[in-house]
């Protein structure tokens, strides 16, 4: 089993939908959640991070459940320029922080 | 200016060849990293460094060596290159500090190809 799980979609919604992705996590040792987007053929960048308390930036909100061990982001509006793959970070602490990434779920947003 | 680069950007080799792969930051951090990604699976860390004189290994470093040349440099090379080691490459720089806000930074990757 993969220690982050990610639905590695295509995810294909208009232009204006809502759209949510979940991710689920193995190890409750994981401290620290992350959304990061990696644009095609591109580097991964930092979306936000996703607190106890869930967290919301603009159109984008992401929460974790830590009893569930899963954590979600969620696109209003969605736009074209949305349509990216949409990473999830797990972050165990000890020595160094160790990032564990998920293999990432596409999102296409059509007009 | 990108503030992490890497060279080169595309790279086709043939098995058993020796390649490097460089990496080079502004941003000042002291922790820099080297990473595979691979298509259905999410990155993977090859080695990491916390400073010049600090090396570690990561996850999947067998077939990998590097050095970190300053502060700013990090190269990861491939003794004798395999074709499943055809993968995408990034490097990244991150600040020390707590679980909660460690951002990794990355390079615009290197595409490696091993005939």
């Known amino acids: 089993r993969k220690e982050v799980e990610q639905d590695p979609g295509p995810f294909n919604v208009p232009e204006g939908a809502t759209v949510a992705f979940n991710c689920t996590y193995s190890?409750?040792?994981?401290?620290?959640f992350f959304w990061y987007r990696q644009d095609c053929r591109k580097e991964p960048k930092l979306l936000m991070s996703?607190?106890?308390s869930g967290n919301e930036d603009g159109r984008f909100t992401a929460q974790l459940n830590r009893a569930s061990q899963y954590i979600s982001l969620l696109i209003r509006d969605s736009k074209l320029s949305d349509s990216a793959t949409y990473l999830c970070?797990?972050?165990?602490?000890?020595?160094?922080?160790?990032?564990?990434f998920g293999a990432g779920t596409r999102l296409a947003v059509h007009p | 200016d990108a503030d992490v680069t890497q060279t080169p950007r595309n790279r086709i080799t043939k098995t058993g060849k020796r390649i490097m792969l460089e990496c080079s930051q502004t941003?000042?951090?002291?922790?820099m990293y080297w990473y595979r990604q691979d298509p259905g699976l999410g990155l993977r860390l090859i080695y990491y460094?916390?400073?010049?004189?600090?090396?570690n290994k990561g996850e999947i470093s067998d077939g990998y060596s590097v050095s970190r040349q300053a502060q700013a440099k990090f190269s990861l090379s491939l003794e004798s290159a395999i074709p499943n080691q055809t993968a995408l490459y990034f490097c990244?720089?991150?600040?020390?500090?707590?679980?909660?806000?460690?951002?990794?930074?990355f390079g615009p990757g290197t595409r490696l190809t091993v005939l």
């Open positions: 460094s916390f400073d010049v004189k600090d090396i």
């Open positions: 970070v797990v972050v165990i602490s000890g020595g160094y922080n160790k990032l564990i």
């Open positions: 941003k000042g951090h002291d922790r």
């Open positions: 990244a720089t991150s600040e020390p500090g707590l679980a909660s806000t460690d951002t990794q930074y």
């Open positions: 996703v607190y106890s």
């Open positions: 190890n409750s040792a994981s401290q620290s």
